[in-house]
């Protein structure tokens, strides 16, 4: 992504309501999936049922993974190689490549893929338009979104080739 590709990406939300909408969007995508699991794995919980480990372990131990790898990695992100003012405004340097927040959304709609098809499915969009958010916010590119839904996506793969 360059300078003039990421300005013509977000200049529909370049105006104080875009700008307040795509943040806001944002926000309630994130919340709506950080809500969800947790409350999915209390219903397993008290209904006794034997995927609550697997649902519990998969988003763990790979979001685990996904942490020390883009620690480790450390790429930029847009508004710190592209000198752009970004749409969703963030502070930190780095730790950019995977995209931690569709990751955790993919491995999320994975988890509901496996427990229940329709929400699944729902989930998934959601990862793609949060996908979009990040990018066209400024505080991801194209490659760190893509790279966090593969790998959540691969890591949801856990379900049904161990369990």
Same mark, same amino acid.
């Given at each position: 992504?360059?300078?003039?590709?990421?300005?013509?990406?977000?200049?529909?939300?370049?105006?104080?309501?875009?700008?307040?909408?795509?943040?806001?969007?944002?926000?309630?995508?994130?919340?709506?999936?950080?809500?969800?699991?947790?409350?999915?794995?209390?219903?397993? /919980?008290? !209904?006794?049922?034997?995927?609550?480990? @697997? +649902?519990?372990? #998969?988003?763990?131990?790979?979001?685990? $993974?996904?942490?020390?790898?883009?620690?480790?990695?450390?790429?930029?992100?847009?508004?710190?190689?592209?000198?752009?003012?970004?749409?969703?405004?963030?502070?930190?340097?780095?730790?950019?490549f995977p995209s931690r927040?569709?990751?955790?959304?993919?491995?999320? /709609?994975? !988890?509901?893929?496996?427990?229940?098809? @329709? +929400?699944?499915? #729902?989930?998934?969009?959601?990862?793609? $338009?949060?996908?979009?958010?990040?990018?066209?916010?400024?505080?991801?590119?194209?490659?760190?979104?893509?790279?966090?839904?593969?790998?959540?996506?691969?890591?949801?793969?856990?379900?049904?080739?161990?369990?």
């Amino acid at each position: 992504m360059t300078k003039e590709q990421y300005q013509r990406w977000s200049a529909p939300f370049r105006s104080p309501g875009g700008e307040r909408w795509l943040n806001r969007v944002n926000f309630l995508l994130t919340r709506l999936c950080y809500a969800a699991y947790p409350l999915c794995l209390l219903w397993l /919980a008290v !209904t006794r049922d034997s995927r609550g480990i @697997p +649902a519990l372990l #998969v988003p763990a131990v790979s979001f685990l $993974l996904v942490s020390v790898f883009r620690n480790l990695y450390n790429a930029k992100r847009p508004y710190e190689l592209l000198e752009i003012q970004p749409l969703i405004h963030k502070d930190k340097k780095g730790k950019s490549f995977p995209s931690r927040h569709v990751f955790s959304v993919f491995v999320i /709609a994975m !988890t509901f893929l496996w427990l229940c098809p @329709p +929400a699944g499915a #729902v989930f998934l969009i959601v990862g793609v $338009l949060l996908a979009l958010c990040r990018v066209i916010g400024g505080v991801h590119f194209p490659r760190d979104v893509i790279a966090g839904a593969a790998a959540g996506i691969a890591a949801g793969c856990c379900y049904w080739l161990i369990w």
